[in-house]
Every structure is written in C-alpha cells, then in structure tokens.
C-alpha cells in the first residue's frame, strides 16, 4: 500500500514534518539569536497586552507561548513574528465587558473562550479558503479603525503613566478621569513613562538598527 499521498497529505497541514528533517545544525547559533530578539520584545508586549484586555499578566505570556508552539507547526513563512495585538486585546476588553464585572474569574472565562472561539473561527476559515472576504474591506475604514483604538489605547494607558487610579467607564471618562486627577501625578512614574517613550522614538530615528 502506497502511504505517500497520506504523507503528503500530512505535511500539507503540518509543515514542520516537511522542513524539520532538513534542520542543518549550523543554523542553531542564529535561530539562538531571533529567539532571544522575539524574547525581549514578546514578553513586556504580552504582560503590557494582558493588561488592556483586562486579564492577569501571566495570560499574555500564555498566549504568547501558545502562538509561538502552533506557528511552529502549523506555518508556512520562515521570517513572521506572532504576538499580542493591542488593537484585539482591545476590542476583547470592550465585548467580555457586556458580560462580566472587571477582574472577576467569569472575565477570565469569557476572554478565553472568546480568544477560542476567534480561532476556531479562523481555522475554518482558513479551511475554505475563505481569504478572498478581505478584498471587500476598505483600507480606509480599516486604517480609521486601528487609528482609533490607538487614540483609545493612549487615552486607557494615560493613568498608569501619571501614576493616578484609572477612572471607570468609557474612554472619555478615563480622560477626564486623569484631567481631574492630574495633582495627584506620581512624579516618579510619570517620569520614567515619559522617558521610556522618549527614549523609545529617540532610538527610532537615531538608532533604528
């Protein structure tokens, strides 16, 4: 019995069976490097993600560790980072709210079956090649979009960079929330915020590399 289309069948959908066999050991001391760069970047990006979407930090580390493991089996691309997004660590926070009081372990149940959910979605999209329903979404809307939950994200991160509680509520609310609470600012906190930014954009445009 011939078990070559099995197997093909089979590295179709578990790519790492197809480029694991022709691993040469010379590449280890650069693959070594990338992990340790995806490492500092990946951690504080999944602790600071975990926060916006209302869950302890330690389930941004999880996530992240999970997304790592299943790209490693089942990508295809040899130069692709996966990771926390801010932009659905957002939108989370704004739908698990209609359901459960911040903080609670019902928040933690329903974020994580939303996160599920999302991916079961996306397998069996990815499943009936279903790819083509990106073509009918604006750029534009979409661009609009992602503006405005960076202004939102700015807006929800404002307490913790002025070291003052953060209000409760909407966006405008968390705004005003600061406005009214500014004499209270951490001078420390708000210190080290600002100068982790501007040495963030600083490095940017001075040392890019």
Request: hydrophobic residues 55%; aromatic residues 12%; neutral net charge.
């Amino acid at each position: 019995m011939d078990d070559r289309p099995a197997a093909e069948g089979l590295r179709r959908y578990l790519p790492i069976l197809d480029w694991l066999p022709n691993y040469q050991a010379q590449w280890v001391r650069f693959d070594v490097i990338a992990a340790l760069s995806v490492w500092a970047l990946l951690v504080p990006q999944g602790i600071a993600y975990a926060t916006i979407a209302g869950v302890p930090a330690q389930y941004g580390l999880y996530a992240a560790l999970g997304a790592l493991v299943g790209y490693a089996l089942f990508g295809t691309a040899g130069q692709v980072i996966t990771g926390p997004s801010a932009a659905i660590a957002a939108v989370s926070a704004s739908v698990v709210a209609l359901w459960a009081a911040a903080g609670s372990a019902d928040w933690i149940s329903y974020t994580a079956t939303l996160a599920v959910s999302a991916g079961v979605i996306y397998v069996l999209l990815g499943w009936f090649r279903m790819g083509w329903v990106s073509h009918f979404l604006s750029g534009a809307v979409l661009g609009g979009f992602v503006f405005g939950f960076g202004v939102g994200l700015i807006v929800h991160q404002m307490p913790k960079i002025f070291g003052i509680p953060g209000a409760e509520g909407s966006y405008f609310d968390v705004l005003v929330g600061v406005i009214r609470d500014l004499p209270d600012t951490s001078v420390p906190t708000f210190v080290v915020g600002v100068g982790s930014i501007a040495l963030l954009l600083l490095m940017r445009r001075f040392a890019p590399a």
